[in-house]
């Protein structure tokens, strides 16, 4: 796909406007003389550019002295160009316009979205906005428009760990949550999972905003922005609706996980999201939002927790032995061999030895004891020696694992789970 946006032209000089590669002063001469082309046509370059690169997220940040804008590459930031600060404005209220913000508020944040078409391709841009003390920071996040939705077996789960999520699956009621932090693919595969299960038999409402992918096989609900349809109310409607599935965008607060925690006891099988640092961590976080111990312990069923990390470039891939301090750095997760992999850096990864993502993984099914432990409102250590006396594999172990089979490195496993 990116190649086929490489040959889409570029119609604005960006380079010739960036302040580390020319002097001020010609920079300056060329706004003075009118030589530069409109902000509305720097901003879809701009963005031309990062689909271009295969960006999934695009930064505008005004400094003190230029504005730097950066591309989001697979968990790594990356520089696209630095311009002069004066422009900064101009681009903000582009952006602004475009996603349908108040132009004249810079004191507060604001959130909105649009679309943009490249080539024959409708991308749906996120954008936030942030004041800062040079001026309003926009982050922008870039999603495809009607992309596949991704089959299960895609995204990275072992066979152990694919086996658990979809015995959770066919359970015929109940709350399945998927946690992570912030992009780590978490709608992808909530999508994935009710793809996995979806057949002519089943009942299947989604509520969303916004709508991420098109699913055939279900009637898809959108909140409004202006509250007056909220994801409590699509909620309790839906429950009227008699499903067997409903899919949640996000559980943000106590109102929504007690209201998905009641559509999951009448009968449904609720799946959701949650920012969360690890499985066990969700149910506190649940329990922190205000979700009663009580509704959570009888139809919470299980929780995937998961991260993306780089993989390996196949086409510089190489074998090479474990320094000590590599060593001792993974020696307590598992048994270490002595060769790991690595990417040397080619012109297909860019020289960075990394290529595409997948996703690290931990499973923790709820059972009888957990569940005592959950409505006992139990501190976190008697969860987690619960979990492990059946079986229960943190992410540290799935991704050593992954490391062990040549698929990240050791490098990646340290960036992106510390």
Aim: aromatic share 6%.
């Amino acid at each position: 796909m990116i190649k086929e946006f490489k040959d889409i032209p570029s119609k604005v000089p960006l380079e010739q406007l960036d302040m580390s590669s020319f002097a001020k002063d010609k920079i300056r001469e060329l706004f003075r003389t009118g030589r530069v082309p409109t902000a509305e046509a720097m901003v879809d370059e701009i963005i031309l550019r990062a689909v271009k690169e295969g960006a999934t997220d695009l930064h505008f940040e005004p400094g003190e002295s230029e504005l730097r804008i950066r591309l989001g590459f697979e968990g790594i930031m990356k520089k696209l160009v630095t311009l002069p600060k004066d422009i900064s404005e101009n681009l903000a209220n582009i952006l602004k316009t475009k996603g349908s913000l108040n132009a004249f508020e810079k004191k507060k944040a604001q959130e909105g979205r649009f679309s943009v078409m490249i080539g024959v391709h409708e991308f749906d841009i996120r954008m936030s906005t942030l004041p800062t003390m040079h001026g309003e920071r926009v982050a922008l996040r870039i999603l495809q428009k009607n992309a596949r939705v991704s089959n299960i077996e895609e995204l990275g789960f072992s066979k152990e760990n694919l086996d658990k999520v979809r015995k959770l699956l066919r359970r015929p009621n109940g709350l399945f949550l998927v946690t992570g932090p912030s992009s780590s693919g978490k709608s992808t595969t909530v999508y994935a999972a009710v793809n996995d299960i979806q057949s002519p038999e089943k009942n299947i409402i989604t509520v969303e905003n916004p709508v991420e992918y098109k699913l055939d096989f279900a009637s898809q609900v959108t909140t409004s922005t202006d509250k007056t349809f909220t994801l409590v109310d699509s909620l309790r409607a839906i429950l009227r609706q008699n499903p067997t599935i409903i899919m949640l965008g996000e559980i943000r607060d106590a109102e929504t996980g007690t209201v998905a925690a009641e559509a999951a006891l009448t009968g449904s099988l609720v799946l959701s999201t949650m920012l969360s640092g690890d499985a066990i961590g969700a149910i506190f976080r649940m329990t922190n939002l205000g979700v009663p111990p009580y509704w959570l312990a009888s139809t919470l069923i299980g929780v995937v927790h998961q991260q993306l990390v780089r993989k390996i470039c196949s086409s510089c891939k190489e074998e090479y032995t474990v320094s000590p301090e590599e060593h001792v750095s993974v020696a307590n997760i598992t048994s270490v061999p002595k060769k790991f992999f690595r990417g040397k850096g080619c012109d297909l990864c860019e020289g960075t030895g990394y290529r595409g993502r997948t996703a690290v993984h931990e499973i923790l099914i709820i059972n009888d004891q957990i569940r005592d432990l959950i409505y006992q409102h139990a501190p976190m250590l008697r969860l987690r020696e619960a979990a492990h006396t059946i079986g229960f594999e943190n992410i540290f172990q799935d991704a050593m694992k992954k490391v062990i089979a040549g698929i990240t490195s050791i490098e990646e496993l340290s960036r992106a789970l510390g």
